[in-house]
């Protein structure tokens, strides 16, 4: 599904790995991992957010909705649902909280673990990430 929406949205890897740090800071903020029936809807809703926060161009909802294979309206409301759980909250991603990202998720999916253990691993990694001042 990550691969469908990098190639039809054109946000390629960045937009994915984007969608992917604000969906660690839902599950954060909500204190629970994604489960394999939310997990596309999910990530669909932070991919749009993300392009919106950190790119300069992004598409509309209903492209979005479309290349997601979800209605209009459900694009909408995942995305106020989200907004909601991130009290509004879509700083653009630091390079801390994305290298954090890229370590951590390819070594759980190498190690074919059950979907809770990679649910458990996603939390401890959307743990908050304070990059050095410059």
Same mark, same amino acid.
């Given at each position: 599904? %990550? ?23 839902? #599950? ?17 809703? #932070? ?7 950190? =790119?300069?161009? =992004? ?17 909408? %409301? ?10 509004? #909250?879509?700083?653009?991603? #630091? ?26 691993? =996603?939390?401890?990694?959307? %743990? ?7």
């Amino acid at each position: 599904y %990550a691969a469908r929406l990098a190639v039809h949205t054109g946000y390629g890897v960045d937009g994915i790995v984007v969608g992917l740090a604000l969906l660690a800071r839902y #599950s954060r903020a909500v204190g629970r991992p994604p489960t394999l029936l939310t997990i596309h809807r999910l990530l669909l809703a #932070s991919v749009v957010l993300g392009a919106k926060a950190n =790119f300069d161009i =992004f598409y509309k909802n209903v492209y979005m909705a479309r290349a997601g294979g979800v209605p209009l309206q459900e694009m909408n %409301a995942l995305e106020l649902a989200l907004l909601v759980a991130l009290n509004y #909250s879509t700083t653009p991603v #630091s390079p801390g909280e994305l290298e954090s990202l890229l370590v951590t998720i390819p070594a759980m999916v190498a190690a074919d673990a059950s979907a809770d253990t990679i649910g458990q691993q =996603f939390l401890a990694a959307a %743990a908050p990430v304070v990059d050095a001042p410059s």
